[in-house]
């Protein structure tokens, strides 16, 4: 079964800042997708980047970008210039090709901004 | 919009009442899905539905039950209510093969069992 660890329960940056919150996964997959979702405390779940396992290129959203690195099983995620509507849980996320392609889920960071 | 409707928002329980919870999508989505988020534990599957008429366990379905019998609609039900399923419950859909897109979300539930 695939699993996805995030290191860092909490997180803080200053305004204008930037900041990365790591990932780690396990699997025996080639091909999956990796996810970073954001939850502000409106507890709206919104998908801040994704990332194809077999595009060697990091994958970049204006501010946000992804630090992807396939044999480590790594996928961190950079936010530039950071703003204070950048604070909320942030979780990684993992979803595979086969069967019912569900989304496995890291326990989440929490991002402070501080002005 | 289209989306995913979960209903109710809020929802206080005594402990051994019964409840659903329904999720309603009109994006003609084939999968579905309900996950429990709590503090320091992420988002995890409870139960999912790969079409009309199916469904199976995730990975904590104990005290969970569900139904799919139309395709835009996933119902999860608390059969016996314990505190221990405090939580907020999350839907979601999405077509087979658009993994690309990862998931359209509810909004959540917020359950509280007393």
């Known amino acids: 079964a695939q699993t996805v660890t995030q290191s860092q329960p909490e997180m803080s940056v200053q305004e204008a800042e930037t900041v990365t919150l790591s990932c780690t996964y396990d699997?025996?997959?080639?091909?999956?997708?990796l996810f970073w979702y954001k939850q502000p405390p409106s507890r709206q779940m919104i998908l801040v980047i994704r990332?194809?396992?077999?595009?060697?290129q990091n994958a970049t959203e204006n501010r946000f970008s992804v630090n992807f690195q396939k044999a480590a099983k790594s996928f961190s995620l950079k936010i530039s210039d950071s703003q204070l509507g950048d604070a909320a849980m942030y979780f990684c996320a993992y979803r595979g090709q086969g069967g019912s392609e569900k989304l496995v889920f890291g326990k989440g960071t929490k991002l402070t901004v501080n002005p | 919009n289209a989306g995913v409707t979960q209903t109710p928002k809020f929802r206080v329980l005594k402990t051994g009442q019964s409840m659903t919870l329904l999720c309603a999508q009109d994006m003609n989505h084939e999968y579905m899905y309900w996950y429990r988020q709590d503090p320091g534990m992420g988002l995890r599957l409870i139960h999912y539905?790969?079409?009309?008429?199916?469904?199976a366990k995730g990975e904590v379905p104990d005290g969970y039950n569900v139904s799919r019998l139309k395709k835009q609609n996933f119902l999860l039900g608390l059969e016996s209510a314990a505190p221990s399923q405090t939580s907020v419950y999350f839907c979601?859909?999405?077509?087979?093969?658009?993994?690309?897109?990862?998931?359209?979300f509810g909004s959540g539930t917020r359950l509280t069992v007393v």
């Open positions: 699997t025996s997959e080639s091909d999956y997708y």
């Open positions: 979601a859909s999405s077509y087979p093969g658009r993994f690309d897109y990862g998931y359209t």
């Open positions: 539905s790969v079409g009309e008429g199916t469904t």
């Open positions: 990332q194809e396992a077999y595009k060697q």
